[in-house]
Protein backbone atom coordinates (compact mmCIF):
# COMPACT_ATOMS: atom_id res chain seq x y z
CA UNK A 1 0.00 0.00 0.00
CA UNK A 2 1.55 3.67 -0.96
CA UNK A 3 1.64 5.76 1.87
CA UNK A 4 0.97 8.85 -0.45
CA UNK A 5 -2.36 10.60 -0.05
CA UNK A 6 -4.68 11.07 -3.20
CA UNK A 7 -5.39 14.64 -3.61
CA UNK A 8 -8.28 15.53 -2.22
CA UNK A 9 -9.17 18.94 -4.06
CA UNK A 10 -11.56 18.01 -6.89
CA UNK A 11 -14.53 16.67 -3.88
CA UNK A 12 -16.59 19.49 -3.13
CA UNK A 13 -15.74 20.72 0.32
CA UNK A 14 -18.72 20.26 2.83
CA UNK A 15 -16.98 19.87 6.01
CA UNK A 16 -13.80 19.49 8.13
CA UNK A 17 -12.27 15.84 7.81
CA UNK A 18 -9.39 14.63 9.47
CA UNK A 19 -6.24 13.74 6.56
CA UNK A 20 -6.50 10.48 6.13
CA UNK A 21 -8.41 7.36 4.05
CA UNK A 22 -10.27 4.31 5.84
CA UNK A 23 -9.10 1.58 3.48
CA UNK A 24 -10.58 -1.24 5.10
CA UNK A 25 -13.18 -2.37 7.84
CA UNK A 26 -13.83 -5.75 9.61
CA UNK A 27 -16.56 -5.85 12.18
CA UNK A 28 -15.35 -2.94 14.85
CA UNK A 29 -12.39 -1.92 13.16
CA UNK A 30 -11.35 0.05 10.72
CA UNK A 31 -7.40 0.42 9.21
CA UNK A 32 -6.48 3.78 7.58
CA UNK A 33 -3.92 3.79 4.64
CA UNK A 34 -1.09 3.40 7.19
CA UNK A 35 -2.33 0.21 8.11
CA UNK A 36 -3.26 1.78 12.15
CA UNK A 37 -6.22 0.41 13.08
CA UNK A 38 -9.27 2.22 15.14
CA UNK A 39 -11.75 0.56 17.38
CA UNK A 40 -15.49 1.97 15.68
CA UNK A 41 -18.11 3.68 17.83
CA UNK A 42 -19.42 5.44 15.10
CA UNK A 43 -20.00 3.02 12.49
CA UNK A 44 -20.71 5.25 9.53
CA UNK A 45 -22.85 7.24 11.81
CA UNK A 46 -24.97 4.60 13.79
CA UNK A 47 -25.23 2.78 10.06
CA UNK A 48 -23.08 0.03 10.02
CA UNK A 49 -25.22 -2.27 12.33
CA UNK A 50 -23.89 -5.41 12.09
CA UNK A 51 -20.09 -3.96 12.08
CA UNK A 52 -17.81 -3.57 9.17
CA UNK A 53 -18.18 -5.72 5.68
CA UNK A 54 -20.32 -8.68 7.73
CA UNK A 55 -20.73 -11.98 5.72
CA UNK A 56 -24.58 -11.79 5.55
CA UNK A 57 -23.87 -8.29 3.40
CA UNK A 58 -21.05 -9.61 1.39
CA UNK A 59 -22.82 -12.32 0.31
CA UNK A 60 -26.38 -10.65 -0.18
CA UNK A 61 -24.49 -8.49 -2.19
CA UNK A 62 -22.70 -10.96 -4.61
CA UNK A 63 -25.24 -13.40 -4.62
CA UNK A 64 -27.81 -10.75 -6.22
CA UNK A 65 -25.25 -8.60 -8.09
CA UNK A 66 -25.24 -12.31 -9.86
CA UNK A 67 -28.30 -12.26 -10.76
CA UNK A 68 -30.34 -8.85 -11.01
CA UNK A 69 -29.30 -5.35 -10.33
CA UNK A 70 -32.05 -3.42 -11.31
CA UNK A 71 -34.89 -4.22 -13.55
CA UNK A 72 -36.54 -0.49 -12.90
CA UNK A 73 -38.79 0.53 -10.39
CA UNK A 74 -42.06 -0.20 -12.72
CA UNK A 75 -41.45 -3.95 -12.22
CA UNK A 76 -41.68 -6.08 -9.03
CA UNK A 77 -38.83 -7.88 -7.91
CA UNK A 78 -38.60 -10.66 -5.31
CA UNK A 79 -36.24 -8.88 -2.73
CA UNK A 80 -38.25 -5.99 -2.24
CA UNK A 81 -41.63 -7.78 -1.97
CA UNK A 82 -39.93 -10.37 0.30
CA UNK A 83 -38.27 -7.32 3.00
CA UNK A 84 -41.54 -5.65 2.43
CA UNK A 85 -43.60 -8.59 3.86
CA UNK A 86 -41.52 -9.15 6.38
CA UNK A 87 -41.00 -5.36 7.59
CA UNK A 88 -45.39 -5.42 8.09
CA UNK A 89 -44.95 -8.80 10.04
CA UNK A 90 -42.93 -7.57 12.42
CA UNK A 91 -44.61 -3.63 12.92
CA UNK A 92 -48.08 -2.44 13.21
CA UNK A 93 -47.71 -1.46 9.73
CA UNK A 94 -48.98 -2.84 6.56
CA UNK A 95 -47.24 -1.23 3.57
CA UNK A 96 -43.48 -0.37 3.15
CA UNK A 97 -42.20 2.14 0.08
CA UNK A 98 -38.26 1.63 -0.19
CA UNK A 99 -35.55 4.76 -0.93
CA UNK A 100 -32.31 5.45 -0.59
CA UNK A 101 -31.71 7.81 2.27
CA UNK A 102 -33.64 8.77 5.58
CA UNK A 103 -34.12 12.89 3.96
CA UNK A 104 -36.06 10.92 1.43
CA UNK A 105 -38.30 8.27 3.64
CA UNK A 106 -39.53 11.35 5.42
CA UNK A 107 -39.54 13.26 2.52
CA UNK A 108 -42.29 10.53 2.11
CA UNK A 109 -43.91 10.26 5.24
CA UNK A 110 -44.15 14.28 4.93
CA UNK A 111 -45.78 13.73 1.24
CA UNK A 112 -48.31 10.96 2.37
CA UNK A 113 -49.01 12.98 5.85
CA UNK A 114 -49.87 15.97 3.35
CA UNK A 115 -51.72 13.54 1.02
CA UNK A 116 -53.86 12.41 3.71
CA UNK A 117 -54.34 15.69 5.25
CA UNK A 118 -56.06 17.20 1.42
CA UNK A 119 -58.57 13.68 1.00
CA UNK A 120 -59.37 13.29 4.71
CA UNK A 121 -59.11 16.76 7.03
CA UNK A 122 -59.95 19.33 4.33
CA UNK A 123 -56.53 19.99 2.85
CA UNK A 124 -55.00 20.05 6.27
CA UNK A 125 -50.73 19.76 5.70
CA UNK A 126 -49.32 21.84 9.28
CA UNK A 127 -46.71 18.60 10.76
CA UNK A 128 -45.46 19.67 14.47
CA UNK A 129 -42.11 18.58 14.64
CA UNK A 130 -39.90 19.46 17.70
CA UNK A 131 -37.58 21.99 18.64
CA UNK A 132 -33.57 20.37 18.04
CA UNK A 133 -35.01 17.44 16.05
CA UNK A 134 -33.02 16.53 12.56
CA UNK A 135 -34.95 15.19 9.65
CA UNK A 136 -32.92 14.85 7.38
CA UNK A 137 -30.84 17.88 4.54
CA UNK A 138 -33.43 18.13 1.72
CA UNK A 139 -34.97 21.71 1.91
CA UNK A 140 -38.49 19.94 3.31
CA UNK A 141 -36.65 18.21 6.05
CA UNK A 142 -34.36 21.07 6.94
CA UNK A 143 -38.05 22.86 7.22
CA UNK A 144 -38.86 20.26 9.13
CA UNK A 145 -35.80 19.84 11.44
CA UNK A 146 -35.68 21.91 14.59
CA UNK A 147 -31.86 22.24 14.28
CA UNK A 148 -31.04 26.08 15.53
CA UNK A 149 -30.14 28.20 12.81
CA UNK A 150 -31.44 25.77 9.93
CA UNK A 151 -34.69 27.81 9.47
CA UNK A 152 -32.23 30.55 7.65
CA UNK A 153 -29.56 28.78 6.08
CA UNK A 154 -31.16 28.49 2.85
CA UNK A 155 -34.21 30.67 3.64
CA UNK A 156 -37.11 30.26 2.59
CA UNK A 157 -38.03 27.47 3.99
CA UNK A 158 -41.14 25.15 3.07
CA UNK A 159 -43.56 26.41 5.27
CA UNK A 160 -45.93 24.24 7.72
CA UNK A 161 -43.22 22.49 10.51
CA UNK A 162 -44.28 24.74 14.04
CA UNK A 163 -42.69 23.45 16.36
CA UNK A 164 -43.02 21.79 19.59
CA UNK A 165 -40.73 20.71 22.74
CA UNK A 166 -39.49 17.22 23.29
CA UNK A 167 -41.28 15.59 26.65
CA UNK A 168 -44.02 18.76 26.50
CA UNK A 169 -47.31 17.84 25.99
CA UNK A 170 -48.72 21.18 25.91
CA UNK A 171 -46.42 22.79 23.61
CA UNK A 172 -47.64 20.17 21.23
CA UNK A 173 -51.56 20.78 22.09
CA UNK A 174 -51.02 24.70 21.61
CA UNK A 175 -50.03 24.37 18.07
CA UNK A 176 -52.97 21.66 16.94
CA UNK A 177 -55.34 23.56 14.62
CA UNK A 178 -57.57 23.23 11.60
CA UNK A 179 -54.00 22.86 9.35
CA UNK A 180 -52.63 20.42 11.83
CA UNK A 181 -51.88 16.92 9.51
CA UNK A 182 -49.40 15.23 11.83
CA UNK A 183 -47.25 15.33 14.76
CA UNK A 184 -43.35 13.99 13.67
CA UNK A 185 -40.50 13.07 15.84
CA UNK A 186 -37.60 10.97 16.73
CA UNK A 187 -38.20 8.52 19.39
CA UNK A 188 -34.79 9.43 20.93
CA UNK A 189 -33.27 12.27 19.47
CA UNK A 190 -30.21 11.55 18.02
CA UNK A 191 -28.44 14.22 16.38
CA UNK A 192 -29.98 16.87 19.43
CA UNK A 193 -27.44 14.69 21.39
CA UNK A 194 -29.67 11.10 22.53
CA UNK A 195 -32.62 12.89 23.58
CA UNK A 196 -35.40 9.75 24.30
CA UNK A 197 -38.73 11.02 24.45
CA UNK A 198 -40.32 9.38 27.82
CA UNK A 199 -42.57 6.35 27.26
CA UNK A 200 -45.61 8.98 28.83
CA UNK A 201 -44.90 11.57 26.46
CA UNK A 202 -45.09 8.96 23.61
CA UNK A 203 -48.38 7.25 24.77
CA UNK A 204 -49.98 11.00 25.86
CA UNK A 205 -48.99 11.86 22.41
CA UNK A 206 -50.84 9.01 20.93
CA UNK A 207 -53.51 9.39 22.54
CA UNK A 208 -54.04 13.32 21.58
CA UNK A 209 -53.27 12.47 17.89
CA UNK A 210 -55.99 9.80 17.96
CA UNK A 211 -58.40 12.07 19.74
CA UNK A 212 -57.71 15.24 17.32
CA UNK A 213 -58.43 12.54 14.21
CA UNK A 214 -54.58 13.48 13.14
CA UNK A 215 -51.34 11.73 12.40
CA UNK A 216 -48.28 10.18 14.51
CA UNK A 217 -45.06 9.87 12.70
CA UNK A 218 -42.17 8.35 14.30
CA UNK A 219 -39.12 8.84 12.51
CA UNK A 220 -37.00 5.48 13.15
CA UNK A 221 -33.97 6.17 10.87
CA UNK A 222 -31.55 6.20 13.88
CA UNK A 223 -33.67 4.55 16.35
CA UNK A 224 -35.15 1.65 14.62
CA UNK A 225 -33.67 -1.89 13.40
CA UNK A 226 -32.67 -2.84 17.32
CA UNK A 227 -30.43 0.59 17.63
CA UNK A 228 -32.49 0.90 20.78
CA UNK A 229 -32.82 -3.10 21.94
CA UNK A 230 -36.19 -3.43 20.39
CA UNK A 231 -37.05 -4.05 16.28
CA UNK A 232 -38.36 -0.27 16.45
CA UNK A 233 -37.89 2.54 19.49
CA UNK A 234 -42.15 2.86 19.18
CA UNK A 235 -42.58 -0.68 21.18
CA UNK A 236 -41.12 0.39 24.22
CA UNK A 237 -43.71 3.05 24.75
CA UNK A 238 -46.71 -0.13 23.69
CA UNK A 239 -48.06 2.97 20.84
CA UNK A 240 -49.27 1.99 17.39
CA UNK A 241 -47.85 5.33 15.01
CA UNK A 242 -49.61 5.73 12.03
CA UNK A 243 -46.26 6.53 9.84
CA UNK A 244 -42.68 5.25 10.59
CA UNK A 245 -39.24 6.47 8.34
CA UNK A 246 -36.61 4.05 8.57
CA UNK A 247 -33.24 4.50 7.35
CA UNK A 248 -29.24 4.25 8.64
CA UNK A 249 -29.38 0.39 9.75
CA UNK A 250 -31.86 -1.09 7.59
CA UNK A 251 -29.22 -1.30 4.91
CA UNK A 252 -25.83 -2.18 7.06
CA UNK A 253 -24.22 0.46 5.13
CA UNK A 254 -25.54 0.31 1.89
CA UNK A 255 -28.02 3.29 0.51
CA UNK A 256 -31.73 1.55 1.80
CA UNK A 257 -34.62 3.78 3.73
CA UNK A 258 -38.39 2.77 4.06
CA UNK A 259 -41.37 4.52 4.63
CA UNK A 260 -44.40 2.23 6.16
CA UNK A 261 -47.76 2.98 7.27
CA UNK A 262 -51.04 1.24 8.08
CA UNK A 263 -53.59 0.90 5.65
CA UNK A 264 -55.52 3.31 6.73
CA UNK A 265 -52.93 6.31 5.60
CA UNK A 266 -52.15 4.69 2.17
CA UNK A 267 -53.31 7.04 -0.04
CA UNK A 268 -50.84 8.01 -2.78
CA UNK A 269 -52.32 7.74 -6.25
CA UNK A 270 -50.45 6.99 -9.76
CA UNK A 271 -47.35 8.70 -9.79
CA UNK A 272 -47.95 10.87 -6.63
CA UNK A 273 -44.51 9.05 -4.92
CA UNK A 274 -41.48 7.23 -6.55
CA UNK A 275 -38.04 7.34 -7.82
CA UNK A 276 -35.49 5.90 -9.91
CA UNK A 277 -33.92 3.28 -7.60
CA UNK A 278 -36.75 3.06 -5.01
CA UNK A 279 -36.81 -0.99 -4.10
CA UNK A 280 -34.08 -1.82 -6.28
CA UNK A 281 -33.06 -5.73 -5.62
CA UNK A 282 -29.36 -5.14 -4.79
CA UNK A 283 -30.60 -3.20 -1.74
CA UNK A 284 -32.68 -4.58 -0.16
CA UNK A 285 -31.60 -8.22 -0.78
CA UNK A 286 -29.05 -6.70 1.91
CA UNK A 287 -32.27 -5.34 3.80
CA UNK A 288 -33.17 -8.73 4.33
CA UNK A 289 -29.98 -10.14 5.26
CA UNK A 290 -29.90 -7.25 7.70
CA UNK A 291 -33.57 -7.85 9.06
CA UNK A 292 -32.65 -11.51 9.12
CA UNK A 293 -29.84 -11.40 10.97
CA UNK A 294 -31.46 -8.90 13.43
CA UNK A 295 -34.76 -11.10 14.31
CA UNK A 296 -32.58 -14.29 14.81
CA UNK A 297 -33.03 -15.60 18.32
CA UNK A 298 -31.06 -13.82 20.70
CA UNK A 299 -29.68 -10.91 18.97
CA UNK A 300 -31.87 -7.96 20.00
CA UNK A 301 -32.07 -9.11 23.95
CA UNK A 302 -28.17 -9.55 23.59
CA UNK A 303 -28.44 -6.01 22.13
CA UNK A 304 -30.45 -4.93 25.53
CA UNK A 305 -27.92 -6.49 27.69
CA UNK A 306 -25.08 -4.86 25.73
CA UNK A 307 -26.85 -1.30 26.14
CA UNK A 308 -27.14 -2.15 30.06
CA UNK A 309 -23.78 -2.95 30.60
CA UNK A 310 -22.57 0.06 28.52
CA UNK A 311 -25.02 2.69 30.17
CA UNK A 312 -23.94 1.17 33.80
CA UNK A 313 -19.95 1.51 32.67
CA UNK A 314 -20.59 5.08 31.38
CA UNK A 315 -22.05 5.94 34.98
CA UNK A 316 -19.44 4.65 36.87
CA UNK A 317 -16.81 6.40 34.27
CA UNK A 318 -18.77 9.69 35.37
CA UNK A 319 -19.10 8.90 38.68
CA UNK A 320 -15.25 8.44 38.89
CA UNK A 321 -14.44 11.41 36.44
CA UNK A 322 -16.82 14.13 38.24
CA UNK A 323 -18.82 13.84 35.02
CA UNK A 324 -22.53 14.69 34.46
CA UNK A 325 -23.63 11.49 34.00
CA UNK A 326 -24.77 9.19 31.17
CA UNK A 327 -28.45 8.74 28.47
CA UNK A 328 -30.13 7.00 25.87
CA UNK A 329 -31.83 3.66 24.44
CA UNK A 330 -29.86 0.48 24.01
CA UNK A 331 -26.71 1.25 22.35
CA UNK A 332 -27.50 4.56 21.54
CA UNK A 333 -25.84 6.65 24.20
CA UNK A 334 -24.28 9.42 25.32
CA UNK A 335 -21.74 10.54 28.03
CA UNK A 336 -22.40 13.74 29.57
CA UNK A 337 -19.24 15.68 30.49
CA UNK A 338 -18.99 18.41 33.12
CA UNK A 339 -17.63 20.43 30.19
CA UNK A 340 -17.17 21.34 26.46
CA UNK A 341 -14.37 19.29 25.62
CA UNK A 342 -16.23 16.76 23.27
CA UNK A 343 -14.60 17.93 20.23
CA UNK A 344 -11.12 17.81 21.47
CA UNK A 345 -11.75 13.97 23.43
CA UNK A 346 -13.03 12.88 19.59
CA UNK A 347 -9.91 14.65 18.03
CA UNK A 348 -7.41 13.03 20.79
CA UNK A 349 -9.13 9.46 20.68
CA UNK A 350 -8.55 8.83 16.98
CA UNK A 351 -4.75 10.25 17.28
CA UNK A 352 -4.28 7.37 20.32
CA UNK A 353 -1.46 5.32 19.73
CA UNK A 354 -0.86 2.53 18.14
CA UNK A 355 -4.66 2.16 17.80
CA UNK A 356 -7.31 5.45 17.15
CA UNK A 357 -10.75 5.21 18.62
CA UNK A 358 -13.80 6.95 17.05
CA UNK A 359 -16.17 8.49 18.85
CA UNK A 360 -18.92 11.52 17.56
CA UNK A 361 -19.68 14.45 19.92
CA UNK A 362 -22.96 15.74 18.56
CA UNK A 363 -22.92 18.57 21.25
CA UNK A 364 -19.37 20.48 23.17
CA UNK A 365 -20.81 18.38 26.42
CA UNK A 366 -21.61 14.88 24.66
CA UNK A 367 -19.75 12.48 23.36
CA UNK A 368 -22.08 9.78 21.35
CA UNK A 369 -21.85 5.91 21.45
CA UNK A 370 -23.58 4.08 18.08
CA UNK A 371 -21.50 0.81 18.14
CA UNK A 372 -22.52 -2.11 15.83
CA UNK A 373 -25.28 -4.24 17.46
CA UNK A 374 -22.77 -7.02 17.25
CA UNK A 375 -20.72 -5.12 19.78
CA UNK A 376 -18.41 -7.69 22.09
CA UNK A 377 -18.32 -7.02 25.30
CA UNK A 378 -14.14 -7.24 24.91
CA UNK A 379 -14.82 -3.92 22.64
CA UNK A 380 -16.77 -2.42 25.11
CA UNK A 381 -14.39 -2.56 27.50
CA UNK A 382 -11.45 -1.75 25.21
CA UNK A 383 -13.28 1.63 24.32
CA UNK A 384 -14.14 1.96 27.76
CA UNK A 385 -10.06 1.40 28.97
CA UNK A 386 -9.30 3.86 26.33
CA UNK A 387 -11.80 6.51 27.05
CA UNK A 388 -10.77 6.61 30.68
CA UNK A 389 -7.39 7.18 29.58
CA UNK A 390 -8.37 10.01 27.78
CA UNK A 391 -10.45 11.60 30.64
CA UNK A 392 -7.70 11.41 32.57
C1 LIG B 1 -29.62 10.39 9.89
C2 LIG B 1 -31.02 10.77 10.11
C3 LIG B 1 -31.83 11.22 9.06
C4 LIG B 1 -31.31 11.48 7.68
O1 LIG B 1 -30.86 10.32 7.04
P1 LIG B 1 -29.98 10.45 5.72
O2 LIG B 1 -29.79 9.05 5.25
O3 LIG B 1 -28.69 11.11 6.12
O4 LIG B 1 -30.73 11.28 4.75
C5 LIG B 1 -33.16 11.49 9.33
N1 LIG B 1 -33.68 11.31 10.56
C6 LIG B 1 -32.93 10.87 11.59
C7 LIG B 1 -33.55 10.68 12.93
C8 LIG B 1 -31.57 10.60 11.41
O5 LIG B 1 -30.82 10.20 12.44
Redesign the pocket.
Known amino acids: MTTALPDTNALMWVTARPDLFFVQGSGAWLSDQRGKRYLDFVQG???NCLGHCPPQIQNALAQQAARLINPSPAFFNEPSARLAQKLTENSCFDRVFFA???????EGAIKLARKWGQKFREGAYEIITLEH??????IA?MSA?GKPGWDRIFAPQVPGFPKARMNDLESVEALIGPQTAAVML?PV???AGVIPANSAFLKALRELTTAEGILLIV?????GMGRTGTLFAYEQAGIAPDIM?L??GIGGGV?L?ALLATEAVCCFEAGDQGGTYNGNPLMTAVGLAVLDTVLAPGFLPQVKANGEYLSRQLQYLAEEMGHEGERGSGLLRALVLADERGPALVEAARRLEPEGLLLNSPRPNLIRFMPALNVSREEIDQMLEMLRGLLR
Not at 100 to 106: C, K, L, R, V
Not at 219 to 223: A, M, N
Open positions: WAVNTGAEANSFHGRTTSEQGEDEVQTTGKPS
